[in-house]
Nanobody, 119 residues
Framework: QVQLVESGGGLVQAGGSLRLSCAAS????????MGWYRQAPGKQRELVAT???????NYADFVKGRFTISRDNARNTVYLQMNSLKPEDTAVYYC?????????????WGQGTQVTVSS
């Protein structure tokens, strides 16, 4: 059983910072692409930042220069440092990863963590 567990969300004022963490656990053989998405009320889920399967990073335009994604492969954990937060960053942030268990690779989602930015 594979799980992605996010933490680090909360309420912050505009201009503030938060750091999200996502730890993968279970019978993991390897992890490929791994990153963060978000979904605001009434909107579709959208990519925020991710590591590609090749290890490069990919950021949405709206977070470039403000958010930084990092990864600790030894801990199967990915982080999202969010600086200069804006009210429009308010959303549920979800971790996503492609994880291989034995010979099968599947896509997994975390349960989400709420980020609320007040003006």
């Amino acid at each position: 059983q594979v799980q992605l567990v996010e933490s680090g969300g909360g309420l912050v004022q505009a201009g503030g910072s938060l750091r999200l963490s996502c730890a993968a656990s279970g019978s993991i053989a390897s992890i490929g692409a791994m990153g963060w998405y978000r979904q605001a009320p009434g909107k579709q889920r959208e990519l925020v930042a991710t590591f590609t399967n090749a290890g490069s990073t990919n950021y949405a335009d709206f977070v470039k220069g403000r958010f930084t994604i990092s990864r600790d492969n030894a801990r199967n954990t990915v982080y999202l440092q969010m600086n200069s937060l804006k009210p429009e960053d308010t959303a549920v942030y979800y971790c996503n990863a492609w994880i291989r268990v034995l010979a099968t690779t599947k896509n997994y989602w975390g349960q989400g963590t709420q980020v609320t930015v007040s003006s």
